[in-house]
């Protein structure tokens, strides 16, 4: 935060609650390395409702990023603030990776209010060679109800390799709601012969797209 502040880190569905104080332009971390967080929020449940939204809020505004890491990979990203989440989102990420054991890609929503109805038509490529986690196919739509603090997670099964991919899915709902994409390790691309990466991003809604955009080449 610019200001001087108070951050809570709560997971109602695992019965935490943290807070600390932070001075302006100083940084207030919640780790696994000091138990500030915990291995058990990890989402690894599959198109169920679960209880492991993690709620971050100050009594100044704040900037919160989130970061995975473990040797060898990692990634991070900003989490968008509520007041920006919207009612539409079209998931991007890779093709599933069976290596040396399965790494999937999908993605994950979180509701910020209770009775959030969310639709997610699932689209891509590999219809036919492979499905969810949970044994939906490209086509599919799934509809489920969402409360506050809750996410649903969808992912691919990952029993193919450069073949199914849930990128261009559209998330749709009555609510604003929060969408992360990821995948849990790959090859990039994957007929390379080193360099895996866990990849994740919380998306910008489609009414946050524009048409103009600036980027910087990176080395």
Known sequence: SQYNTTVTLEVPGAGFLATKKIKAYEVATFT????????DWEVVSSQVPDNKGIHIFGDKPLSVYSFNGK???????MAMPINSWGTEYVHCAYYDFNEYRPLGAGFVVIAAYDSTKVSMQLKGKGKGYAKTQSGSSLGDTLEVMLHRGQVYNVVGDATTINTFDLT????QSDKPI???SY???????QNSLNGRDHLVEM????SAWGKKHVTLEFI
């Open 32 to 39: 696994t390395k000091n138990a500030t967080a915990n291995f």
């Open 71 to 77: 040797d060898v990979t990692a990634d991070g990203y």
């Open 168 to 171: 261009g899915s559209v998330i």
């Open 178 to 180: 929060g969408v992360i």
């Open 183 to 189: 995948h849990q390790r790959t090859l990039l691309p």
């Open 203 to 206: 998306l910008r809604p489609t």
